[in-house]
């Protein structure tokens, strides 16, 4: 009884840190209708300047909090002052989603510049000797945790019930137009709600600094586990978001303590899934009256730019020819190897080009397939003898019935739920992949693993893997190209567009989502069998949920809905640092960042800016000649 009573403390202390996190994303959801995934990235932000101001500057820890909450809020100003609030008014939801995917991924790139990779841990609050209460022994930092919580919310039920500021909040969440129709500031509004939930987020992670290893990346793990809890509660609803927190906190502890700590998180994510098919809104949704399939007012999907006819093909035939010779320019082996990474990458960003820019459904979980395919092939190939060709294909089969079998449980599911819903299904591939030691290798991947091979034809260097890719590339653009032109690829940008409108037209919505999401599973499977086997290792940090996020900058930095644009994307975020070494270790800053921008002012990407500039030439040129003197003509 003692031990269950330890367990489910424990369960209420980490539950507590996500409830706060949770407070933050559902601040901001109730007032924005957007999902803020940076959020967790005030809370490392908080954390790691709490330890610097303490450790550093040598502040008393009471003045090094205050000072490390108010530079977080005064991060949270910037971010939100300059990115967020302008981006509201012009992007569709599933872009805002993105674009805080991208802050997130730029706060860690700089942390990782400013703080390192290593460890930080703060020192305990009052002391590391723990409290003895009726047999049971808690930590006094845990006191200070849910004390926090507790104070949190009770400060933001003042705040949002007894204030006009509170009032106006409310009232912008629940009616913008009219609010803005009364003389409320909508977008200062806005602000606040964000400088607010950087504040709580950097209070969390200051918290909780002392009981939690601090790294760079330590900010994804709040933004998934504060993300999950809101889901589980309700998006929008405060008393959703705590009860969410401590939910999942107490489900992960018993789960550690009576199953596995291995499970723990598999146990969580399925958790989530559970709540989102059950009720998609959470336990306890708050009604705010938004739709989340469709676009609200201006938020509409900027114009996708193509090339065309005889340009396109005339340039294409030139790539194909500069790919092919691209080899004979190249004597470095590094270059070349990034080069591969390229292509097989690329392969991943058709699929989920296809799903996101054409389709319109947003996907976390990418990289999800990339690990079934991978360990499906390399597992048949190292252990039971197979083919790397077969084993390929067994991993791709694999993947499509996993592609079924979600499509098929999430069918209801649309925009956050949906986005949400991937997001899971990758996490708890990922946790998985982790947890079965004896069939994946753990966290220590899996090694051995041999060369791809089609026959007596290996494919063991570079160079031929290179060749390999090409000749795939070329096949799988000719066939997507062929269908995304036919009426298949009509039906799919009608989805895109409006998905009530799409159905009413006559449009099966339902089989062309499940259509594409087997086919861009299939396409992660194989990129994630050649990556096995280019590597001969796999590990889950190779094709975790990071990549899922890595491979989303690379299709927005090259261009949504042109298939040929993320292969730029996937370019110049592989080569950049094999080619200018002295940057690789601001790799994560820039992903982020050159997400960021792209987003702001290039919502083509660098291929639509590429295509605009080539249509402006040859429109020039045409007018030109259209204005040449015919010899002959009076004058």
Same mark, same amino acid.
């Given at each position: 009884?003692?031990?269950?009573?330890?367990?489910?403390?424990?369960?209420?202390?980490?539950?507590?840190?996500?409830?706060?996190?949770?407070?933050?994303?559902?601040?901001?959801?109730?007032?924005?209708? $957007?999902?803020?995934?940076?959020?967790?990235?005030?809370?490392?932000?908080?954390?790691?300047?709490?330890?610097?101001?303490?450790?550093?500057?040598?502040?008393?820890?009471?003045?090094?909090?205050?000072?490390?909450?108010?530079?977080?809020?005064?991060?949270?100003?910037?971010?939100?002052?300059?990115?967020?609030?302008?981006?509201?008014?012009?992007?569709?939801?599933?872009?805002?989603?993105?674009?805080? /995917?991208?802050? =997130?991924?730029?706060?860690?790139?700089?942390?990782?510049?400013?703080?390192?990779?290593?460890?930080?841990?703060?020192?305990?609050?009052?002391?590391? %000797?723990?409290?003895?209460?009726?047999?049971?022994?808690?930590?006094?930092?845990?006191?200070?945790?849910?004390?926090?919580?507790?104070?949190?919310?009770?400060?933001?039920?003042?705040?949002?019930?007894?204030?006009?500021?509170?009032?106006?909040?409310?009232?912008?969440?629940?009616?913008?137009?009219?609010?803005?129709?009364?003389?409320?500031?909508?977008?200062?509004?806005?602000?606040?709600?964000?400088?607010?939930?950087?504040?709580?987020?950097?209070?969390?992670?200051?918290?909780?600094?002392?009981?939690?290893?601090?790294?760079?990346?330590?900010?994804?793990?709040?933004?998934?586990?504060?993300?999950?809890?809101? @889901?589980?509660?309700?998006?929008?609803?405060?008393?959703?978001?705590?009860? &969410?927190?401590?939910?999942?906190?107490?489900?992960?502890?018993?789960?550690?303590?009576?199953?596995?700590?291995?499970?723990?998180?598999?146990?969580?994510?399925?958790?989530? =899934?559970?709540?989102?098919?059950?009720?998609?809104? &959470?336990?306890?949704?708050?009604?705010?009256?938004?739709?989340?399939?469709?676009?609200?007012?201006?938020?509409?999907?900027?114009?996708?730019?193509?090339?065309?006819?005889?340009?396109?093909?005339?340039?294409? %035939?030139?790539?194909?020819?500069?790919?092919?010779?691209?080899?004979?320019?190249?004597?470095?082996?590094?270059?070349?190897?990034?080069?591969?990474?390229?292509?097989?990458?690329?392969?991943?960003?058709?699929?989920?080009?296809?799903?996101?820019?054409?389709?319109?459904?947003?996907?976390?979980?990418?990289?999800?397939?990339?690990?079934?395919?991978?360990?499906?092939?390399?597992?048949?190939?190292?252990?039971?003898?197979?083919?790397?060709?077969?084993?390929?294909?067994?991993?791709?089969?694999? *993947?499509?019935?996993?592609?079924?079998?979600?499509?098929?449980?999430?069918?209801?599911?649309?925009?956050?739920?949906?986005?949400?819903?991937?997001?899971?299904? &990758?996490?708890?591939?990922?946790?998985?992949?982790?947890?079965?030691?004896?069939?994946?290798?753990?966290?220590?991947?899996?090694?051995?693993?041999?060369?791809? *091979?089609?026959?007596?034809?290996?494919?063991?260097?570079?160079?031929?893997?290179?060749?390999?890719?090409?000749?795939?590339?070329?096949?799988?653009?000719?066939?997507?190209?062929?269908?995304?032109?036919?009426?298949?690829?009509?039906?799919?940008?009608?989805?895109?567009?409006?998905?009530?409108?799409?159905?009413?037209?006559?449009?099966?919505?339902?089989?062309?989502?499940?259509?594409?999401?087997?086919?861009? $599973?299939?396409?992660?499977?194989?990129?994630?069998?050649?990556? /096995?086997?280019?590597?001969?290792?796999?590990?889950?940090?190779?094709?975790?949920?990071?990549?899922?996020?890595?491979?989303?900058s690379m299709l927005v930095l090259g261009g949504e809905g042109t298939l040929v644009g993320p292969l730029f994307g996937a370019a110049l975020l592989t080569m950049l640092p094999?080619?200018?070494?002295?940057?690789?270790?601001?790799?994560?800053?820039?992903?982020?960042?050159?997400?960021?921008?792209?987003?702001?002012?290039?919502?083509?990407?660098?291929?639509?800016?590429?295509?605009?500039?080539?249509?402006?030439?040859?429109?020039?040129?045409?007018? %030109?000649?259209?204005?040449?003197?015919?010899?002959? @003509?009076?004058?």
């Open positions: 009884m003692t031990e269950a009573i330890q367990i489910v403390l424990g369960g209420l202390m980490q539950g507590s840190v996500f409830a706060i996190v949770a407070l933050g994303f559902s601040l901001v959801f109730r007032v924005t209708g $957007a999902i803020n995934l940076a959020q967790g990235a005030f809370c490392i932000l908080g954390a790691l300047l709490t330890y610097s101001l303490e450790q550093h500057f040598g502040w008393p820890m009471a003045t090094a909090v205050a000072g490390a909450a108010a530079v977080t809020a005064l991060a949270g100003l910037v971010i939100g002052a300059a990115v967020f609030v302008p981006a509201l008014s012009r992007l569709p939801m599933s872009s805002m989603l993105i674009l805080t /995917a991208g802050l =997130l991924t730029m706060v860690e790139g700089l942390v990782l510049v400013v703080w390192g990779s290593q460890p930080y841990a703060l020192p305990p609050f009052s002391g590391e %000797a723990p409290v003895e209460l009726f047999g049971v022994r808690v930590t006094t930092q845990g006191f200070w945790i849910i004390g926090a919580a507790a104070l949190i919310i009770v400060c933001l039920w003042y705040l949002l019930m007894r204030t006009t500021a509170g009032k106006a909040l409310r009232a912008c969440a629940e009616n913008p137009m009219a609010a803005r129709l009364m003389g409320i500031n909508v977008a200062r509004a806005t602000l606040a709600s964000f400088v607010l939930a950087a504040f709580i987020g950097g209070l969390g992670g200051i918290v909780v600094g002392p009981i939690t290893s601090l790294e760079f990346d330590t900010g994804r793990f709040f933004t998934v586990y504060g993300f999950i809890a809101v @889901a589980i509660g309700g998006l929008g609803s405060f008393v959703g978001a705590v009860v &969410g927190g401590l939910m999942l906190g107490v489900v992960e502890q018993l789960a550690a303590g009576y199953v596995s700590s291995m499970f723990a998180d598999s146990l969580a994510f399925a958790l989530l =899934l559970v709540v989102l098919l059950w009720r998609p809104n &959470g336990l306890f949704s708050a009604d705010l009256g938004r739709r989340t399939d469709v676009r609200e007012g201006q938020r509409i999907y900027p114009p996708i730019v193509r090339l065309q006819g005889r340009t396109a093909s005339i340039l294409g %035939a030139l790539g194909v020819l500069l790919l092919i010779l691209l080899p004979a320019l190249i004597s470095s082996i590094s270059v070349m190897s990034s080069l591969v990474i390229t292509g097989i990458l690329f392969i991943a960003l058709l699929g989920l080009d296809l799903l996101m820019g054409y389709t319109g459904q947003v996907s976390l979980g990418q990289a999800g397939f990339m690990a079934i395919g991978g360990y499906a092939a390399a597992i048949l190939a190292t252990n039971h003898g197979w083919s790397p060709l077969a084993g390929t294909a067994a991993g791709m089969l694999l *993947s499509i019935v996993c592609a079924i079998v979600l499509s098929l449980v999430t069918m209801r599911l649309r925009g956050h739920s949906l986005a949400l819903a991937t997001l899971a299904f &990758g996490l708890l591939v990922d946790s998985l992949t982790v947890g079965l030691t004896d069939l994946t290798g753990g966290p220590s991947g899996l090694v051995g693993i041999p060369s791809f *091979s089609i026959g007596s034809l290996v494919f063991d260097t570079p160079t031929k893997t290179y060749y390999l890719l090409i000749a795939l590339i070329v096949a799988l653009l000719l066939v997507l190209l062929g269908g995304v032109r036919s009426s298949f690829g009509r039906a799919l940008q009608a989805v895109r567009t409006d998905q009530t409108a799409a159905s009413a037209l006559g449009v099966n919505v339902a089989r062309h989502k499940l259509i594409v999401l087997s086919i861009s $599973a299939a396409l992660a499977s194989l990129s994630g069998s050649l990556y /096995a086997f280019n590597f001969h290792f796999l590990s889950p940090e190779m094709v975790g949920t990071s990549v899922s996020l890595a491979l989303i094999t080619i200018v070494e002295p940057l690789a270790s601001y790799k994560t800053f820039a992903s982020g960042a050159l997400l960021v921008l792209a987003l702001r002012y290039l919502p083509g990407g660098m291929y639509g800016a590429a295509v605009t500039r080539i249509r402006r030439l040859v429109g020039a040129r045409e007018a %030109a000649t259209d204005l040449a003197p015919v010899p002959g @003509a009076l004058r």
